[in-house]
């Protein structure tokens, strides 16, 4: 069965400094995807990056990258010059198939970033 | 290009009453699916329609169903509420096809309370 873990229930950064989010995963699966998703206060799940099984390059998304490390099954989210806007709840998630295409997403449960002025 | 939209998005109801949820997804987009979200379980998948049919479905007890209309829109429903349904719901669209990766897109969700 998939499982998405993430160890950090919450961290702290201070504004323009980088911050990594750690997101470790288990499958049986050859084709997968990895997404991370935003959720501030408001509620709404904001998609941020994908990275796909098969993809050998580190996903890159403005001020997010996507740290891919197959063989240890991790897929860190790096925030690089922290903004005041980033203090929401970070999910990690995964869904089958190639592309990430089938399938439901699982979630991890979450890491709370608090980005202090 | 208008997102995903969800109504209402908070709502009060009573112990054993039903409740009907509703989502509009991106234009163009056919794949709907829904997500409940507690503090103690987290994020759990309901289940996912595509062109009017339900695909996927998660490990929750037959109170709990949606359709989807043919123009994508999508409906969930809970009957005879209870305590523990109290829950951000979240829907999502998404598009398909094998050049498309699987990323979804999500509203705001609709926050039931139950009383």
């Known amino acids: 069965a998939q499982k998405i873990t993430q160890t950090q229930p919450g961290m702290f950064v201070q504004e323009k400094e980088a911050v990594t989010l750690d997101c470790t995963y288990d499958?049986?699966?050859?084709?997968?995807?990895l997404f991370w998703y935003k959720q501030p206060s408001s509620g709404e799940m904001i998609f941020l990056i994908y990275?796909?099984?098969?993809?050998?390059q580190n996903a890159t998304e403005g001020r997010y990258s996507l740290n891919f490390q197959k063989a240890r099954k991790s897929a860190n989210l790096v925030i690089s010059a922290s903004q005041l806007g980033d203090s929401a709840m970070y999910f990690c998630?995964?869904?089958?198939?190639?592309?990430?295409?089938?399938?439901?997403?699982?979630f991890g449960k979450g890491t709370k970033l608090s980005v202090k002025p | 290009k208008a997102g995903v939209t969800q109504t209402p998005r908070y709502l009060i109801k009573t112990r054993g009453q039903q409740v009907t949820l509703s989502c509009s997804p991106i234009?163009?987009?056919?794949?709907v699916s829904w997500y409940q979200q507690t503090p103690g379980q987290g994020l759990q998948f309901l289940f996912e329609?595509?062109?009017?049919?339900?695909?996927n479905k998660g490990n929750f007890p037959g109170r709990f169903s949606g359709r989807q209309f043919s123009n994508s829109r999508s409906e969930m429903n809970v009957s005879t509420l209870e305590l523990g349904d109290s829950a951000l719901y979240l829907c999502?669209?998404?598009?398909?096809?094998?050049?498309?990766?699987?990323?979804?897109?999500f509203g705001e969700g609709s926050r039931l309370t139950v009383l």
């Open positions: 990275q796909g099984s098969y993809d050998e």
């Open positions: 998630a995964m869904r089958e198939g190639r592309g990430g295409s089938q399938g439901n997403l699982i």
């Open positions: 234009s163009g987009h056919r794949s």
């Open positions: 999502a669209s998404g598009r398909q096809g094998a050049r498309n990766t699987g990323e979804l897109f």
């Open positions: 329609y595509f062109s009017e049919t339900q695909r």
């Open positions: 499958t049986s699966d050859q084709s997968y995807g």
